[in-house]
């Protein structure tokens, strides 16, 4: 059986991205082969391609570590599932429960742990598949291993978010859009912010209470609390070093910033005091275990939870959603369908 993967080649950039044709793959003791239907693009695979996520990781690799399909054939002692199950992929496969540790955190797909998703055909311990609640299809499903789950555990796990609450999300990304939703299912007031006026207009129809242009606004996070009653309880920060020490400056006392991404870069400036004067907690986000990916399939299929696809590529043509990612042209998720 032919299996065609997608690699980053011998050299980081998106230009040595590259389709290859390999053995399939057979499933070992415990093991599944899924036949990947859908994969999503996040900022850290298009991070991997350049050289910038780990300039030290090994090449060749396929990147991504996101992806759902179908189970195509079971090792031997399998017993979780069947032939043509549909299934999602648990973005770590060693973190299954409870806290983080190195060990875990040293399995992300894509990345640490090795060959990611963007492929035809995967092997993978049939401990580290979730099965799809009926009402989330393939596609969905293939979003939410990194971004979604990452909301959830800023919006939910660790944010703790009750009706009535204000959250503050930033931007029009995947991680947001999803943290947006959560929110919303919550009972959350949601201020948004966004770098464009047709994105704006995306965000309000999403659900979004209010926006600001962080852009055009120079007072972007005091509009942001103006906007949300005076109180944000939780800001869900992907800027970092440009969003960071502004999110202290409005957070209320006792609120929390779940610290998720660093797209404006990764060292920022912030006025400590902000946070010890104030009892802030700064709560760092890495996605999530998988019993925590089965808990959002249950909110997601009970709240019918549907998240924004911006736009579909086959594998051949996995660059340009690369590419798509990279320039910021997206509004929610990039999909990658490899048959
Ligand atoms: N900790 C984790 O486990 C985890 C998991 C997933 C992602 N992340 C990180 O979270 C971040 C977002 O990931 P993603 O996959 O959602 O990325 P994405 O889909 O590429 O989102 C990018 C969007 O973020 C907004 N943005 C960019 N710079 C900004 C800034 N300075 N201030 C406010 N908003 C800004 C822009 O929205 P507009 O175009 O609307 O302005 C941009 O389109 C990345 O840094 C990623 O590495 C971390």
Known sequence: ???????????????????????????????????????????????????????????????????????????????????????????????????????????????????????????????????????????????????????????????????????????????????LQFAKMCGAHVVATTSSAAKAERLKALGADAVVNYRTEHNWASMARDLAGGRIDLIVDVGGAETLDAGLRVIRPGGTIALVGVLSGAKAEINLPLALMRQVRLQGVTCGPRESLEAMLRAIALHGIDPVIDSRFPLAEARNAFVRMAESAHVGKIIVLPH
């Open 1 to 179: 059986m032919i299996n065609q993967n997608m690699i980053i080649s011998g050299s980081f950039g998106l230009d040595h991205l590259e389709l290859v044709g390999r053995e399939a793959p057979e499933p070992g003791h415990g093991e599944v082969l899924v036949r990947v239907e859908a994969v999503s693009l996040n900022r850290r695979d298009v991070l991997l391609a350049q050289g910038v996520y780990n300039p030290k990781q090994k090449l060749p690799i396929v990147p991504c570590s996101d992806g759902a399909g179908t189970i195509a054939a079971l090792g031997p002692g399998c017993t979780r599932f069947s032939i043509g199950d549909r299934v999602v992929i648990h973005m770590f496969p060693g973190w299954l429960a409870g806290e983080p540790d190195r060990d875990k955190l040293a399995t992300g797909l894509g990345g640490p742990g090795g060959d990611g998703t963007l492929r035809q055909l995967m092997v993978i311990r049939e401990d580290s598949v979730v099965a799809l609640p009926q009402s989330i299809s393939i596609e969905a499903a293939a979003t939410l291993p990194c971004a979604a789950l990452t909301a959830w555990s800023a919006i939910v796990e660790n944010g703790n978010t009750r009706a009535g609450d204000s959250v503050l999300i930033q931007g029009t990304g995947g991680v947001s859009l999803f943290a």
